[in-house]
């Protein structure tokens, strides 16, 4: 608190005890007259409330001067502050911004340097990148020139050797041509793919090579296939299959129908027919011969031109099969004919061991059954184990409860007082 606040307060006070006093007194004398003592007195008061007002009105004015005074002096000071304040910040700034212009110098110099060691090491790099390119760039084209030129020659030496394997071919084919004009062999060749198609499907032990069906008649079929037969003596029952190939007669239905010669191609079809029933006649007299095989035979026809060729015929099919009991059959057909066949082996396969198999179905359920018991009484001797298991766990529990007041020793005591013991022990556990 300051020197004038405290006189302000003192003469407040002063002024408050003296209004207290002038307000007593005056109750005190309000049942006398106006006149006498009091009456000088109430003056005195009156006359020293007087002075007591002009005395706080001078204190009151000489505070509020000395108040506006000190406020002045702060003021000055304050502007003063403030004053070297700002002129202490504009000289900071000043450096400040000095210290910045000179650093962004340094900087700017700095990165100018940095920039152009930049530009040369970049223009150093491109210039061995262009080279290292350029000499990539030649390699490649060198190596893929070279490659291109290798492959064009081997093409060309690929179409020279072809062209001679095309002559060969062409020498071949015309040997072909002067082979298959011989009736003897045309038949040896649709005998070589009839027996190509029967090794693919079959296995050797299902069909036979050059059987007499007939016994006693000297003729035998090309193949035969092993069917199972009725007896129990192991006689198979055979189905012939003979390959014929009527050439010829093809071969002028096939000349006439490019020269669209409708008579031609009546006459050769009537000859091709003929020519197919001799051969269904000839089969069916040498080698079908129930019960030693079956009542139909299958005539093979080696490529499926012909084989379309003759089912073409209207009721050619038909009679064969019901007059002379002969199936057709091209090489899809004979194909599908024989997967259908080995199917049917392997089914009677599987019937015949169906007996053996229950057998050992039986013979498996008795051992299960007896695994059964040999399970049971297992199970019964775990038990009474994890039952005597149980017991000792609750003796060594109470065991445990009955020691825990004893003092345990040291191992190494421990060993040597029950070391001959234990020893002894492991020695009869063992």
């Given at each position: 608190m300051s020197q004038i606040e405290f006189f302000v307060l003192l003469a407040g006070l002063a002024v408050v005890v003296v209004l207290q006093v002038l307000v007593?007194?005056?109750?005190?004398?309000?049942?006398?007259?106006?006149?006498?003592?009091?009456?000088?007195?109430?003056?005195?008061?009156?006359?020293?409330?007087?002075?007591?007002?002009?005395?706080?009105q001078t204190t009151a004015q000489t505070s509020n001067a000395?108040?506006?005074?000190?406020?002045?002096?702060?003021?000055?000071?304050?502007?003063?502050q403030s004053l070297a304040a700002r002129h202490e910040q504009a000289r900071t700034l000043k450096l400040f911004a000095d210290s910045m212009n000179q650093r962004m110098l340094e900087v700017r110099v700095m990165l100018e340097t940095k920039i152009k060691d930049l530009q040369a090491d970049n223009g150093a790099r491109l210039d061995e990148m262009r080279?290292?390119?350029?000499?990539?760039?030649?390699?490649?084209?060198?190596?893929?020139?070279?490659a291109s030129f290798k492959q064009v020659s081997e093409r060309l030496e690929r179409v020279h050797q072809g062209l001679g394997e095309m002559q060969q071919l062409a020498l071949g084919v015309g040997d072909l041509k002067r082979v298959l004009t011989n009736v003897k062999t045309r038949g040896t060749w649709g005998e070589v793919q009839l027996e190509m198609l029967l090794e693919q499907v079959l296995t050797p032990d299902q069909y036979a090579k050059n059987v007499e069906t007939i016994v006693g008649s000297g003729a035998r079929v090309e193949f035969a296939l092993k069917l199972p037969g009725q007896n129990d003596n192991g006689t198979p029952v055979w189905m012939p299959i003979d390959a014929k190939f009527p050439k010829e007669q093809y071969?002028?239905?096939?000349?006439?129908?490019?020269?669209?010669?409708?008579?031609?191609?009546?006459?050769a079809?009537?000859?091709?027919?003929?020519?197919?029933?001799?051969?269904?006649?000839t089969i069916a007299e040498k080698y079908v011969s129930p019960p030693h095989t079956t009542d139909f035979a299958i005539l093979f026809l080696p490529t499926e031109g012909l084989y379309a060729e003759v089912m073409r015929r209207p009721g050619l099919a038909d009679e064969l099969q019901r007059v002379n009991r002969i199936s057709i059959a091209g090489p899809s057909t004979l194909t599908a004919l024989l997967n259908s066949l080995q199917m049917g082996f392997r089914t009677l396969a599987l019937e015949k061991r169906s007996s053996?198999?229950?057998?050992?179905?039986?013979?498996?359920?008795?051992?299960?059954?007896?695994?059964?018991?040999?399970?049971?009484?297992?199970?019964?001797?775990?038990?009474?184990?994890a039952k005597n298991i149980e017991s000792a766990e609750t003796r060594s529990r109470v065991m445990a409860r009955k020691l825990k007041t004893v003092e345990a020793l040291p191992s190494e005591t421990a060993q040597l007082m029950l070391g001959g013991e234990l020893d002894k022990g492991d020695l009869d556990t063992e």
């Open positions: 007593l007194l005056r109750s005190r004398g309000g049942g006398g007259g106006a006149g006498g003592p009091t009456g000088d007195l109430a003056e005195r008061i009156e006359r020293v409330e007087r002075e007591v007002r002009m005395q706080l000395a108040v506006v005074q000190q406020f002045d002096g702060v003021r000055r000071q304050l502007d003063e080279k290292t390119v350029d000499e990539k760039l030649h390699a490649t084209l060198e190596s893929r020139l070279t071969e002028r239905l096939l000349e006439a129908a490019d020269n669209a010669d409708a008579e031609g191609v009546a006459q079809g009537r000859e091709l027919e003929r020519a197919v029933r001799n051969e269904a006649r053996e198999v229950w057998q050992v179905l039986g013979a498996v359920k008795t051992e299960f059954s007896k695994f059964g018991d040999v399970l049971a009484a297992t199970k019964l001797t775990l038990e009474r184990a």
